[in-house]
């Protein structure tokens, strides 16, 4: 079956870095566009960033765009999110997303704290 597992997160000051990782098992990784996705304290779901297939293109949130950079290293079946400038708003449970004929799948999420 589907298994995403991310990994990285920690408890960061304000503008520092951190790399999440996620582990996919159970489908094809090098055939789905792969996707992050946070979720804040007491909000919804929020769109991060996406990369293609072959890495030859990729999305930012404009809450994101210039700070984080994602990527994908098909052979070892993971994706890497590169996260730059953090600022206190980019607190939040990271989870990695495929979906796959319509279903969509995340992991259990690693948390990202952003404080002095």
């Known amino acids: 079956q589907v298994q995403l597992v991310e990994s990285g997160g920690d408890l960061v000051q304000p503008g520092g870095s951190l790399r999440l990782s996620c582990a996919a098992s159970?489908?094809?990784?090098?055939?789905?566009?792969m996707s992050w996705v946070r979720q804040a304290p007491g909000k919804g779901l929020e769109w991060v960033s996406d990369?293609?297939?072959?890495?030859?293109?990729?999305w930012y949130a404009d809450s994101v765009k210039g700070r984080f950079t994602i990527s994908r290293d098909n052979a070892r079946n993971t994706l890497y999110l590169q996260m730059n400038s953090l600022k206190p708003e980019d607190t939040a449970v990271y989870y990695c997303?495929?979906?796959?004929?319509?279903?969509?799948?995340w992991g259990q999420g690693t948390q990202v704290t952003v404080s002095s």
């Open positions: 997303q495929v979906i796959i004929l319509l279903q969509t799948y």
């Open positions: 990369i293609n297939i072959g890495s030859i293109t990729t």
């Open positions: 159970g489908f094809t990784f090098s055939s789905y566009v």
